[in-house]
């Protein structure tokens, strides 16, 4: 990363990623030199993290039956070559969110990672209340393989049209604080950076967190991609 400030919003942009680059942010801007792979999908979340309260399949089961939760996704995993792609079109003033090409996209791996949790997330079928997506391409691609008719809003699309804003911070919590109707379940299919910026934690790309909207830095419990098998067999257990 070199020294150089830029002016304006990707300055913004620049002083929010500094302190989490290896950290899992949405729109990483990590060297070339630097193993992707393992800062975006494949590194554990840091000690700092809260840790999860539920861990076997059953307990989150019948958390998730309980509802009152969020079902908080990070889309799954992408073409790392294309995260220059990304950001030279950003700097050219190219970069659309209407538009997938000028966007990094999801692998044909994370297609396939998606295509069984999502199925496997069917099966297991947690009552949702609301479900939205962030409006990049890779994410509203995400959601379509665990729901139908996810509605993109500009509250989970953290990075705009130009970079994390911090300013958006109150604004990203009060849209996670929103309580689902009784018995049932928000679900959400954003990004790593949006995340860490309104909870200080971090999530792996594909990953699940479920969420608690009264204390959102609170994590009631963390989903792999490969994960969801268990958990749907637990959920039609329950009948």
Request: charged share 20%; with cysteine; aromatic share 6%.
């Amino acid at each position: 990363m070199t020294s150089t400030t830029p002016p304006g919003p990707l300055r913004r942009r620049t002083l929010l990623a500094a302190p989490v680059a290896a950290l899992s942010l949405a729109a990483c801007g990590t060297s070339g030199n630097v193993d992707l792979r393992q800062h975006i999908n494949f590194a554990p979340p840091p000690p700092q993290d809260a840790q999860p309260e539920l861990r076997s399949p059953q307990a989150i089961a019948q958390a998730l039956r309980r509802g009152g939760l969020i079902i908080y996704l990070r889309h799954g995993r992408t073409r790392y070559d294309q995260i220059e792609l990304e950001r030279n079109n950003r700097q050219a003033g190219r970069f659309d969110l209407a538009r997938c090409d000028t966007q990094r996209q999801l692998s044909d791996e994370g297609r396939a990672e998606l295509r069984v949790a999502g199925g496997q997330f069917r099966i297991a079928a947690p009552p949702i209340d609301r479900a939205w997506s962030s409006r990049y391409c890779r994410a509203t691609e995400s959601a379509a393989f665990f729901v139908d008719g996810a509605q993109a809003v500009q509250d989970l699309s953290g990075e705009g049209d130009f970079g994390i804003d911090p300013s958006i911070k109150p604004r990203v919590q009060a849209f996670f604080a929103q309580r689902p109707a009784s018995g049932r379940n928000h679900f959400m299919m954003a990004h790593g950076g949006i995340y860490w910026l309104a909870t200080g934690n971090t999530v792996q790309e594909a990953h699940t967190v479920l969420m608690d909207p009264s204390d959102i830095r609170r994590i009631v419990a963390r989903i792999g991609p490969a994960e969801w098998g268990a958990v749907a067999q637990a959920m039609v257990g329950l009948g």
